[in-house]
């Protein structure tokens, strides 16, 4: 049983996340769903005689408490175990009902629309930049301005506390390398193209969902996946063409990218989407610096314009796709990025003249279908 519907079937549920001397952290499904029963279960744990000080991180689902070190980690666990099943039977609140997780699926939807915009519009910068500047220099300077963009987070103590440095460290390593394969397969086909074959990431991560974080697909989702499949198919005419350079670049970044998106969906679980965003860009940073450095060239200032762009747009649209994975399963939220194709057509035509293929057209209307699909049988659910 996955923990949302556990939180269904029982609200005062909740399981140890991480536990050191003096300090525990605690998953609590309906932080996120339930402001009020939030801030009610913060009221008791402070009132607690052990307790130190005490946050809820609700985007996280999580509450973690500091409390005096002679107690040991059961007896605290046990104390707010009973705290979290009181706080649940008293009535300041209304009950968590299915309607609240498919509400949270419709918000998650809704931002993995704007993630698509967003990363639609870099890919469009980055493909103007490059008839100047190399990829591998945009990708270190874009994610260094990232770093300047998010600096007034970035230093608050709060926002890089994190128990899961490892998978954050291991996370920027893998989308170090899918940054580079896709920056520069961006450079050599067009937009559309592009993203035509980056849909096998979400095909590859949604498997990954459900062979590693026991996610399961629903009806609505195998009808997106299953037009999805069948609009890359009419775009890529497989057989039919020669797979160019610049499509097997992007056929491996897209498969690498996979398992970014899979990091990702685990990190939200405990760390706030500032977290995971402010990590990416300082970890991959200097990663990307070694490769920047042996095409290096300096910029000029209109380059450095687009390259705020491109840093703005790529913050923005991390940041957007990291708070659809907070807010909905992996499998509900993937298929929409399929809409990112119709982005990428009209910035293409747009801007760069490329000619809309009548195929490409086709299958982005038949992928098109299948997320609204289901964005509509979520909202038939809520209502």
């Known amino acids: 049983m996955t923990s949302q519907a556990l939180a269904l079937t029982n609200p005062a549920s909740c399981r140890l996340l991480h536990r050191v001397p003096g300090r525990i952290r605690i998953y609590i499904f309906r932080l996120a769903a339930d402001p009020a029963h939030a801030d009610l279960l913060l009221l008791l744990v402070r009132q607690i005689d052990f307790v130190t000080e005490a946050r809820i991180n609700a985007p996280a689902r999580s509450l973690v408490v500091h409390y005096a070190a002679n107690l040991s980690g059961e007896q605290v666990f046990d104390r707010l175990q009973r705290v979290v099943q009181f706080a649940a039977t008293l009535p300041i609140s209304a009950p968590l009902e299915p309607a609240v997780g498919m509400d949270k699926n419709l918000s998650g939807i809704r931002w993995m629309l704007l993630a698509t915009g967003c990363f639609a519009g870099m890919q469009a910068a980055i493909r103007f930049l490059s008839g100047t500047i190399h990829p591998f220099q945009i990708a270190f300077l ?10 007034p987070w970035i230093a608050q103590p709060a926002i890089l ?4 440095f490892p998978l954050h460290l291991l996370r920027a390593v893998i989308d170090t390398g899918a940054t580079l394969l896709i920056f520069t397969s961006l450079s050599l086909i067009p937009l559309a193209e592009a993203n035509a074959i980056s849909f096998t990431a979400p095909l590859f991560a949604v498997v990954g969902a459900i062979a590693f974080l026991g996610e399961r697909l629903q009806a609505h989702t195998w009808v997106s996946l299953v037009l999805g499949a069948i609009g890359i198919l009419i775009i890529l005419r497989p057989g039919l063409e020669l797979i160019s350079l610049g499509a097997l670049l992007m056929l491996a970044g897209s498969a690498t990218l996979g398992g970014v998106l899979l990091l990702i969906k685990v990190l939200a679980q405990t760390d706030s989407n500032l977290t995971i965003n402010a990590y990416t860009v300082l970890l991959m940073t200097p990663l990307l610096l070694v490769p920047a450095l042996l095409v290096w060239q300096v910029p000029t200032l209109i380059d450095l314009i687009w390259l705020s762009f491109v840093a703005a747009l790529m913050v923005s649209g991390h940041t957007a796709m990291t708070q659809a994975f907070v807010d909905a399963d992996l499998t509900t939220v993937l298929p929409v990025e399929f809409v990112q194709i119709l ?9 760069f003249a490329e000619q809309l293929d009548l195929w490409v057209l086709v299958g982005g209307l038949i992928i098109f279908s299948g997320t609204t699909t289901t964005a509509a049988m979520q909202g038939s659910q809520s209502a």
């Open 142 to 151: 874009s994610h260094l301005i990232g770093i300047a963009i998010l600096a």
């Open 343 to 351: 982005w990428a057509s009209g910035l293409g035509f747009l801007l």
């Open 161 to 164: 506390h994190t128990e899961k």
